[in-house]
């Protein structure tokens, strides 16, 4: 069965008429990729209806309808971004043959990375840990013996000489790499299992699939939930996972998948560009701000007379003097030019959450900076004077051209350094 097709760009919209609007609002989790509008015509006779995009990119297909949201930025730059938001450095091609056959389309952008990163983490860094195991012996000991369970499950059925006993057991069948496992069959039930993908997308991902399947073909297949991440401590033989595994959970946290079944079309291969920007932002300060302490996020309740809320700012980071720096990402559609400042795109709900997070009582930032993506030729830096708000803080508006990654994040980092420095 044929299906029809909507292809768009992030931040654009689409017009379609009432009958596939009506159908597109059955589409389960159509609100996470777009907007469907109805708006009156001039006169008010009618109704104009149309797809409006949002931050979020990917795919999203049902039975009759696919709709592809394209990102604004080109895939090179993407690829770049994805080494600083992970902390790789996986290559943009100097062969570009492979990727060039790829649509332009973000989902297969991601899946070649993350086949491409996984494949070079297994090599590297693969590991085993100790797992408890529980096993029940003829006539032997293994480990620790379950007296509790021998005494009143074997003993009084006359099997004295069955033992339960648990025990440690060097293995790779870990939560570490079951993560991997389930991250590898998102993308792999993506690739091969989507009736829509055609074959030459297939036959490029497909063997870089398959050549990592060996490394983890003992792995348990399960379903991993987010908050299992919080279990696991990255030091000794797997210090290393924590790259991958923010990778397998940017993956995991944006994308629908049923383990149960072989054969339905992939509903949802989705990414929110504002949490990508934010990753790579967040990547690019920790390399350059060598002299103040990264610090995590953490969650600060905000409270007014009117309300009280949880406010996180993206990177806030202290000095040994306990002077705090506060930052906050959004990824936005700013267009500018040559001549128009990019402060002319600045929202005020973007302003008063940066000074929320800088004036809260455990912050008290002496300076705070909002990064905007760029995508014409801006000044990167603007010192913000604030009407009618006076204290000794200082804010700053700071810029980023995600047209041309690899050259601009130098120069971004050097407009962050000189903030935070005070360097001219």
Known sequence: MDITKFELQEFSD??????????????????????????????????????????IVGVLSSSEYQVIVKPKIESANIFLMMNYAFGFEINFPNDKSELEKLPDEIQYLFAYYFLESLKEFLKNH???????????????IKGKVELSKYFKKYIPAGKRNLVPCTYFDMNADTLENQILR??????RKFIFNDTNINSTIKEILRPKSIAIEPYLSGITLRKIRLEEFNRIRYVGRFKNYKPIHEL???????????????????????????KLFEK??????????????????????????????TI?????????????????????????????????????????QLIAYSKHEKINASKSILVYPLYGKAT?????????????????????????????????????NNIIYDEK
């Open 14 to 55: 689409l017009g379609i008429d009432q009958k596939t609007f009506s159908e597109l609002r059955e589409i389960k989790g159509y609100d996470n990729l777009f907007d469907l509008r109805v708006e009156p015509c001039i006169d008010n006779s009618l109704f104009n209806f149309s797809i409006k995009s949002k931050n």
């Open 126 to 140: 693969f590991s085993k840990n100790y797992v408890k195991k529980e096993e029940v012996f003829n006539a032997c």
């Open 182 to 187: 389930y991250t590898l069959e998102i993308i």
């Open 248 to 274: 397998c959970k940017f993956i995991i946290s944006n994308n629908q998948m049923k383990l149960d079944s072989s054969t339905c079309p992939f509903r949802s291969f989705i990414f929110d560009m504002n």
């Open 280 to 309: 790579y932002v967040t990547g690019v300060i920790k390399k350059g701000a060598k002299y103040y302490g990264f610090e995590s996020q953490e969650n600060f309740i905000y409270s007014s007379t009117a309300f009280s809320k």
């Open 312 to 352: 996180k700012p993206d990177i806030t980071l202290t000095d040994k003097n306990n002077f705090k720096i506060v930052i906050d990402a959004k990824y936005k559609n700013v267009l500018t030019n040559e001549e128009e400042p990019i402060i002319s795109n600045i929202t005020n709900s973007d302003l008063f």
């Open 380 to 416: 990167e830096t603007q010192l913000l004077k604030i009407k009618g708000f006076e204290d000794s803080s200082k804010y700053y508006l700071v810029g980023i051209h995600v047209t041309d990654i690899e050259k601009k994040t130098i120069l971004f980092q050097k407009h962050i």
